[in-house]
C-alpha cells in the first residue's frame, strides 16, 4: 500500500516535472479544447484519405505500399503547380482570390480551388496504374519482401522526382488564396474564434470523399465487386472477374486518395519534402490501430490519431510524435487484429 | 442428336507442383445430368477446377462448346456459360443473398447477354423459393443448407449451359439434401446440364444420367449410373468414403 503510494506520489511529481499536469489543464479549457479538437479532425480526415488507398490496396492486393506517402506528398505539389494555374495571382489564372468575402465570389472560389485538388488528384491515377501495371504486378507472387523492397524504391524514386521538378523549397499556393478561404465565416458563425475556415473547408470536402468511399464500396456495382475480390480472389475470378483490371483500379483509387489528400492539405500549408515519410507512417499507425485493410477502422484510427496529435501539441509537444506510437502499441498487445475486423467483409 | 457441350480428353492436372489426375477423360451432353463421385482426396476437386481455369493443367484438353479452355484465363472462361459451385460454398461474406446473386450478372451480363438483371435474379429465386423472402439477408448468417444454396444460386445467375457443382450435398442433414436433390432435378429439368462431384456414391445415382467413378485421379469407372453404383469392386472402393 505504502509502495504503491510512493510510487502514484513519484509519477505525480514526474508529470508535475514535465508540465504535462500543467499542459492538461491548458487543453481542458474549453476555447482551447475545441479548437484543438476541430483540428484534430481535420488532420484526422486527411489521414483517413491516406489511409484509406494505403488500406485498400493492402486489404485487396496484399501489398504493403510504401511509396504511398510519396503519393501523397506528389498530390500536393502536383496542386501547388496546378493551383498556382487556376487560382493564383497570376494573369493566367481562371479566377483570382476575392480580395474580401462576398458569398458568391467567394464560394465560386472554393470550388475552383476544389476542381484543382480533383484535377491534381486525377493527374495520380495514371502515375498509380503505371506503378501498379509495371512494377508491382510482375512481383505479387512474390514473397513479401521483395513487394517492401519494390516499393521503398519507388518511394526513393518519386521523392527524387519531386525534389527534381519542384527543388527542395517548399511549395505553397499564394497566401491570399489561404486569405480569401478564411475570410469565408464559418465557425465564427458559431461564436468559435481559432479555426480558421480552412479547416472547415478540408473537413467538409474530406468528408464528402469519405462519405462518397463508403458509398463507392458499399452502394455500386464496382464497389462490390471489389470488395468480393477482397473477400476470395479466387471465387471472384470463377464468376468473371478479372483481377488485373480489378488491382488496377483499386490501385489508381488509391493514388487518387493520397494525391487528394496532398492536394487539399495544401490549400493549409506548403507541401515540403518530409510530408510523405510522415504521413506514410502516420497512415500505417492508422491502419494498425483500425485493423489492417479495414476501411471502417481506418476512419476512426485516423480521427483517434488525429484528435490524440493535436491534444498532445498542447498537453506536452515534445510528446507529439510519441502518442499515435503509444496508442499502436497498446492496440497491439490488446487486440492484435486493431479495432475493427478485416477489409472486404464491411466496408 | 444429343451435343457435346463440355468434353475432358487426357487431363493430367496439379496442385501446387504434384500432379493429382492421370489422363481423365469424361464428357457432358447438353442438358444431360452428369455424376463424378470418388473418395476424397480422388482428384474431384482439382477436376472441376482444371474446367475452370483454377488448377494448373500439365496435359491434355478441355472444350467447352468448340472452345478449348486451357487457352483461355480463369475469368474468361464464366462468360462461356459455365456455373460453378465450389466445394466450400465461398460465398461474399458481408454481402446480402441478393448482391451475391447479383454478382456474376454485374461482371459478365451484359457478355452473356443478360438485360434484365432483376428478371434473372428472379429466375434463381423461382428455383430457390425459400430464399426468396430472406434476399436481404447477410450471407454469413443462414444455415449450411441454406449457403450451399446461395452458393448454387449464384452459378445460375448468368443462365450457364452447365453447372458444376462441387460436393453440393456434403456435409447437410437428411432432410436438406433431399430438398437440395430436388432443386438440382429441377434446374437439369430447365435445360441445364450439371456436373455433380460428390465423395458419397449414395445421393448420386439417381439423379444422373451417367456415372463416373474417380480414383486416385483416374477415371475407375463410368457409364449407367445403377449399374455402375451397384459393381462390387465400385461399392468397395467406396467404402468408407462417408457412405451412409
Request: charged fraction near 20%; aromatic fraction near 8%.
Amino acid at each position: 500500500m505504502v509502495t504503491s503510494s510512493i510510487a502514484l506520489l513519484e509519477a505525480n511529481s514526474v508529470l508535475l516535472q514535465s508540465g504535462i499536469i500543467e499542459g492538461l489543464q491548458n487543453l481542458l479549457q474549453p476555447d482551447t479544447f475545441i479548437v484543438q479538437t476541430i483540428n484534430g479532425i481535420r488532420f484526422g480526415f486527411i489521414l483517413f484519405l491516406i489511409a484509406a488507398g494505403l488500406t485498400v490496396i493492402l486489404g485487396i492486393l496484399d501489398v504493403l505500399n510504401l511509396a504511398h506517402g510519396e503519393l501523397y506528398a506528389l498530390g500536393a505539389y502536383v496542386a501547388a503547380s496546378v493551383g498556382g494555374f487556376l487560382v493564383g495571382e497570376g494573369t493566367a489564372a481562371i479566377m483570382a482570390p476575392p480580395s474580401s468575402f462576398d458569398p458568391v465570389t467567394s464560394f465560386a472560389f472554393v470550388g475552383v480551388l476544389i476542381l484543382a485538388a480533383l484535377i491534381s488528384a486525377l493527374i495520380l491515377v495514371p502515375i498509380g496504374v503505371v506503378m501498379e501495371t509495371v512494377f508491382i504486378r510482375p512481383i505479387y507472387e512474390r514473397d513479401q519482401v521483395y513487394q517492401l523492397v519494390l516499393t521503398f524504391a519507388l518511394l526513393l524514386i518519386i521523392a527524387n522526382m519531386i525534389e527534381f521538378i519542384w527543388g527542395s523549397n517548399p511549395q505553397k499556393l499564394d497566401l491570399s488564396t489561404k486569405t480569401a478561404v478564411n475570410d469565408i465565416p464559418t465557425f465564427e458563425l458559431l461564436g468559435l474564434s481559432g479555426v480558421p475556415s480552412i479547416v472547415t473547408l478540408i473537413m467538409v470536402v474530406s468528408l464528402v470523399v469519405g462519405v462518397g468511399l463508403f458509398y463507392f464500396f458499399s452502394k455500386t456495382k464496382t464497389g462490390r465487386i471489389i470488395r468480393a475480390t477482397a473477400i476470395d480472389r479466387e471465387m471472384a475470378t470463377a464468376l468473371g472477374v478479372s483481377p488485373d483490371r480489378t488491382f488496377t483500379l483499386v490501385f489508381a483509387l488509391g493514388a487518387f486518395l493520397a494525391g487528394f489528400g496532398g492536394a487539399m492539405e495544401l490549400v493549409r500549408t506548403a507541401a515540403n519534402p518530409g510530408m510523405g515519410e510522415s504521413a506514410l507512417v502516420l497512415s500505417f499507425v492508422v491502419i494498425v490501430v483500425g485493423g489492417l485493410g479495414s476501411l471502417r477502422g481506418a476512419v476512426v484510427g485516423a480521427l483517434v490519431i488525429g484528435v490524440l496529435q493535436n491534444w498532445m501539441t498542447v498537453v506536452e509537444p515534445s510528446l507529439e510524435s510519441a502518442a499515435p506510437f503509444a496508442v499502436m502499441v497498446i492496440v497491439l498487445l490488446v487486440k492484435p487484429e486493431g479495432l475493427f475486423g478485416t477489409w472486404g467483409e464491411r466496408t | 442428336m444429343s451435343e457435346t457441350l463440355l468434353s475432358v480428353t487426357n487431363l493430367d492436372a496439379a496442385v501446387e507442383g504434384f500432379q493429382v489426375t492421370y489422363d481423365v477423360d469424361f464428357a457432358v451432353e447438353r442438358g444431360k445430368a452428369v455424376g463424378y463421385v470418388g473418395r476424397n482426396g480422388a482428384g474431384k476437386t482439382t477436376t472441376f477446377r482444371s474446367v475452370m481455369g483454377l488448377a494448373d493443367i500439365l496435359g491434355g484438353s478441355i472444350r467447352f462448346k468448340g472452345t478449348e479452355l486451357t487457352d483461355l484465363r480463369p475469368e474468361q472462361i464464366p462468360k462461356h456459360g459455365i456455373g460453378y459451385q465450389p466445394e466450400d460454398r465461398k460465398l461474399f461474406t458481408g454481402m446480402t443473398i441478393d448482391e451475391n446473386f447479383r454478382m456474376p450478372i454485374w461482371t459478365l451480363g451484359d457478355e452473356r447477354g443478360i438485360d434484365d438483371e432483376d428478371a434473372a435474379v428472379e429466375d434463381v429465386y423461382d428455383i430457390f423459393e425459400e430464399l426468396s423472402e430472406r434476399r436481404q439477408a447477410q450471407v454469413e448468417n443462414l444455415s449450411g443448407g441454406q449457403a450451399k444454396m446461395v452458393s448454387i444460386g449464384r452459378a445460375l445467375a448468368l443462365k450457364p449451359d452447365l453447372l458444376i457443382l462441387d460436393e453440393p450435398l456434403e456435409g447437410l442433414a437428411p432432410i436438406i439434401v433431399e430438398r437440395l436433390k430436388e432443386y438440382i432435378e429441377e434446374i437439369n429439368d430447365r435445360g441445364i446440364a450439371v456436373l455433380i462431384a460428390e465423395s458419397n456414391v449414395q445421393h448420386v445415382p439417381e439423379m444422373v444420367d451417367e456415372l463416373y467413378v474417380v480414383e486416385r485421379g483416374e477415371i475407375f469407372d463410368s457409364g449407367d449410373p445403377m449399374e455402375v453404383s451397384q459393381k462390387r469392386d465400385v461399392q468397395e472402393l467406396m467404402q468408407g468414403s462417408g457412405q451412409e
